[in-house]
């Protein structure tokens, strides 16, 4: 492995017989440098700033580990606001989470979308790291660009594992996105989700909370033929005709 330790705007590397411009060639076979090799030299520090979020995503705990002990930036975003974090979250690397946790990094960093390392984390359905993020201190109920929380966004896909991770976690059960929709309702409409609405109910969650429109998540199963015989839904009445269509997108 090609140790790379970074300090400022200079790159020390490991004592492999190579030239700085050499060693950063080969970062970039790798896939670790985007620069093109005959343009590195004296810039390959720059343009390899994102060392450290391509490492987090592959899940290299060693290359995350000599960076941060090197003085990479632990934070370091790139152009859509992601930083290693986000990517660590999306490729499943709950150590490398915990890693960078302890190194300092804010785990409630929102990207362009406003989204969370969580909320990758749940749309992923990746539970070791949703519960290393929830272990480090976050804050669980951070809401997207569209008032959305990981569990609106865990709900919507049907994820069972993360749902019940994130409630035995803490979070807010009946938070409302902009459209006033609750994980619940998102849950109500996708047709695969019986058990996951089992468990947010069993989690708490309000079979009569209304949204913008007016719509239950009751109405919304029932009015979908959903076989939901859970007792919280049985007892609630079916009194709004609408048709809930604002809880669609995430």
């Known amino acids: 492995?090609?140790?790379?330790?970074?300090?400022?705007?200079?790159?020390?590397?490991?004592?492999?017989g190579l030239s700085l411009d050499d060693e950063c060639k080969q970062l970039a076979e790798l896939g670790y440098c985007e620069s093109h090799p005959e343009e590195m030299a004296s810039n390959c520090a720059p343009r390899c700033a994102h060392l450290l979020p391509t490492a987090a995503y592959r899940g290299?705990?060693?290359?995350?580990?000599?960076?941060?002990?090197?003085?990479?930036?632990?934070?370091?975003?790139n152009a859509q606001g992601a930083t290693a974090v986000h990517f660590a979250a999306h490729g499943n690397h709950a150590e490398v989470i915990r890693l960078l946790l302890g190194h300092g990094a804010a785990s409630n960093n929102q990207d362009e979308n406003g989204k969370t390392a969580l909320m990758y984390a749940a749309y992923a359905n990746h539970v070791g790291v949703i519960r290393a993020l929830a272990q480090g201190g976050l804050t669980l109920d951070k809401r997207d660009s569209e008032g959305a929380t990981a569990l609106h966004i865990a709900a919507y896909k049907g994820h069972l594992e993360a749902v019940l991770a994130l409630v035995q976690s803490g979070i807010a059960v009946d938070a409302k996105d902009h459209q006033e929709c609750t994980a619940l309702h998102r849950a109500t409409y996708q047709g695969h989700n019986t058990e996951v609405?089992?468990?947010?109910?069993?989690?708490?969650?309000?079979?009569?909370?209304?949204?913008?429109?007016?719509v239950t998540p009751l109405h919304r199963a029932s009015s979908q033929g959903r076989d939901l015989r859970d007792r919280t839904l049985e007892r609630a009445a079916l009194t709004i005709p609408a048709v809930c269509h604002s809880c669609r997108q995430l």
């Open 197 to 214: 609405v089992r468990a947010l109910l069993a989690g708490g969650a309000d079979a009569d909370a209304r949204n913008a429109q007016g």
């Open 60 to 77: 290299d705990l060693e290359m995350v580990r000599v960076l941060l002990e090197g003085g990479s930036a632990v934070d370091t975003r």
């Open 1 to 16: 492995m090609l140790l790379v330790v970074v300090h400022g705007d200079e790159v020390a590397v490991s004592a492999t």
